[in-house]
């Protein structure tokens, strides 16, 4: 049960990162529409994300990046706060729709974003699997489980990320490659505050971003294409 639920939590993971984040937000990634599809589905149905508010909010973040203005930065509120509570503060934007509608206006919603009712439909359909594959107690533990670790993988990124590790460029962002083990890549997020739009996050020799691998595996079978792949001067 927790080899399974772990698998499903990471390739939640990765699908955050490759689809919501270096895709449908910063446009440094196109996927294949049936690839796309697949991963808009997973994260419906395990994490219950409305893509749209997912890329509002992360586009908003980069605009008033630790600043007066930012959903959840940590400089404002605390790292300890926004480890705990980055779930509450990310909800808090997201239901805000003029600032979904002013961040997102290049948005075209698939087929997923047009159920009714979807993001509950999705949540409700998690807890079906988790439970049909472990019996309703091991099943509800389960999914209960891997939304937690979700959860606090995300705040991890928009806290621990910003005040502990090293910068390779100036901005407040840093990099921790063990978050970035576990988060795809996304620990790298000074680099990624350096550059938004590049899809690949690492920068250094030494550098791991799991989820490029992936991409890669998927451009070489024509189901994905990388843009702004350009290399980054590091500044010391």
């Known amino acids: 049960m927790g080899v399974i639920t772990l ?17 449908k937000t910063h446009r440094g990634l196109e996927l294949h529409p049936i690839v796309g599809f697949l991963m808009h589905l997973e994260l419906a149905l395990f994490t219950g994300i409305v893509p749209r508010q997912w890329a509002a909010v992360h586009r908003k973040h980069h605009h008033f990046s630790d600043v007066e203005g930012d959903p959840h930065s940590p400089y404002l509120r605390g790292m300890w706060t926004v480890l705990f509570g980055n779930y509450f503060m990310y909800h808090a934007a997201a239901s805000d729709a003029a600032m979904v509608a002013k961040y997102t206006p290049d948005w075209k919603d698939d087929v997923i974003d047009c159920i009714p009712h979807g993001k509950w439909i999705g949540r409700i359909g998690g807890i079906l699997i988790f439970t049909a594959m472990f019996g309703i107690w091991w099943g509800f533990t389960a999914w209960f489980a891997h939304v937690v670790l979700y959860i606090f993988l995300n705040s991890s990124i928009n806290s621990v990320c910003h005040m ?32 938004p739009s590049r899809p690949k996050m690492s920068v250094k020799t030494f550098e791991y971003d799991p989820a490029w691998v992936l991409i890669r595996v998927l451009e070489s079978c024509g189901l994905a294409k990388a843009k702004n792949v350009v290399p980054m001067r590091i500044i010391r």
């Open 7 to 23: 698998v499903i939590l990471q390739t939640s993971v990765f699908f955050t990162t490759i689809y919501l984040h270096r895709c």
């Open 164 to 195: 502990v590790g090293y910068r390779n460029f100036p901005n407040k962002a840093t990099n921790l490659q063990s978050i970035a083990l576990l988060t795809a890549g996304e620990g790298l997020h000074n680099n990624h505050h350096a550059y």
